[in-house]
T-cell receptor, first 115, second 110 residues
Framework: DQQVKQNSPSLSVQEGRISILNCDYT??????FLWYKKYPAEGPTFLIS?????DKNEDGRFTVFLNKSAKHLSLHIVPSQPGDSAVYFC??????????????FGKGTKLSVIP | SQTIHQWPATLVQPVGSPLSLECTVE??????LYWYRQAAGRGLQLLFY??????ISSEVPQNLSASRPQDRQFILSSKKLLLSDSGFYLC?????????FGSGTRLTVV
């Protein structure tokens, strides 16, 4: 049972255009959502996050939108740059009460920005 | 500042051999520690997490084990590797929501 789903394994976008990466979740207890970026042979790095009390969070070229009723979030990158080419993981967290702050990850979307 | 070290970066091991991957964190106390594996087409799969010394929770039954002998040390082990253990292993730490990942270990079992 996959609680965080990234249904697009890959996405190609022209440089300068907008990249939209989507993520759906099923667990209504998730209250915090994060996006991680991963280059080959490296560990993922934190990109941007959003709390369930918000519907939008912006950081430079990156904006995350959250639609709680649809259990859907998206990451917008605009304008896209070749250096954005990486695998993007959506992650969600629920307060487990055990102090572990576990994240549940999607399978990732490989973004390729074409110069 | 906090840093996380994971080694080795790459490892090629024969089937049936033992495994020991080590992860250490600096600059923080009592972190939550995690081992994840990224296998082809499987995304990031949580293997073990620990909220304190000697406290290990396993998420996926397998022939791997984890130990936390010190507050900032997390070890992933196996007595006998299987071909299916190949993958990219990531250690991470957190003090609240959100992880900081190590640089990963690419394990190839041959």
């Amino acid at each position: 049972d996959q609680q965080v789903k990234q249904n697009s394994p890959s996405l190609s976008v022209q440089e300068g255009r907008i990249s939209i990466l989507n993520c759906d979740y099923t667990n209504s207890m998730f209250d915090y959502f994060l996006w991680y970026k991963k280059y080959p042979a490296e560990g993922p790095t934190f990109l941007i996050s959003i709390s369930s009390i918000k519907d939008k969070n912006e950081d430079g070229r990156f904006t995350v939108f959250l639609n709680k009723s649809a259990k859907h979030l998206s990451l917008h990158i605009v304008p896209s740059q070749p250096g954005d080419s990486a695998v993007y993981f959506c992650a969600a967290s629920a307060n487990s009460g055990a102090g572990s702050y576990q994240l549940t990850f999607g399978k990732g979307t490989k973004l390729s920005v074409i110069p | 500042s906090q840093t996380i070290h994971q080694w080795p970066a790459t490892l090629v091991q024969p089937v049936g051999s033992p495994l020991s991957l080590e992860c250490t964190v600096e600059g923080t106390s009592n972190p939550n520690l995690y081992w994840y594996r990224q296998a082809a087409g499987r995304g990031l799969q949580l293997l073990f997490y620990s909220v304190g010394i000697g406290q290990i929770s396993s998420e996926v039954p397998q022939n791997l084990s984890a130990s936390r002998p010190q507050d900032r040390q997390f070890i992933l082990s196996s007595k006998k590797l299987l071909l299916s253990d190949s993958g990219f292993y990531l250690c991470a730490w957190s003090a609240s929501v959100g992880y900081t990942f190590g640089s990963g270990t690419r394990l190839t079992v041959v």
